[in-house]
């Protein structure tokens, strides 16, 4: 199994930018895939989840409408496509990936088997 990110950058606060999660190694459909960011000096926190045969989609109190993730199961790739981003959604972003599960809440790192080595986001001026 693999799971690797990319699209990290560095943008103006406004700007946008979208990460893409290329996972090998099983069905995509079968899983929950969650994105989750850490920022210097902070716990790892959940940006955005889709569940894996429902595509039921929830995201963190701090996107606030300005983040989307989709899934596209032929290409096995989750995007997170990133808007308005503000200075303090500087962070490393990861995604991970757990089999398709209820009754435990996404945003929890420990549930996740999967992780992949996160890509840089940094908005600066």
């Known amino acids: 199994v693999q799971v690797v990110e990319s699209g990290g950058g560095q943008v103006q606060p406004g700007g946008s930018l979208n990460l893409s999660c290329v996972i090998s190694?099983?069905?995509?459909?079968?899983?929950?895939i969650s994105w989750f960011r850490q920022a210097p000096g902070k716990e790892r926190e959940g940006v955005s989840f889709?569940?894996?045969?429902?595509?039921?989609?929830y995201y963190g109190h701090f996107v606030k409408g300005r983040f989307a993730i989709s899934r596209d199961n032929a290409k096995n790739t989750v995007v997170l496509q990133m808007n308005s981003l503000e200075v303090e959604d500087t962070a490393v972003y990861y995604c991970?990936?757990?089999?398709?599960?209820?009754?435990?809440?996404?945003?929890?790192?420990?549930?996740?088997?999967?992780w992949g080595q996160g890509t840089q986001v940094t908005v600066s001026s």
């Open positions: 991970a990936a757990r089999i398709s599960t209820y009754g435990s809440a996404w945003y929890l790192r420990d549930t996740y088997t999967y």
């Open positions: 190694g099983f069905n995509l459909d079968e899983y929950d």
């Open positions: 889709i569940r894996g045969n429902t595509d039921r989609k």
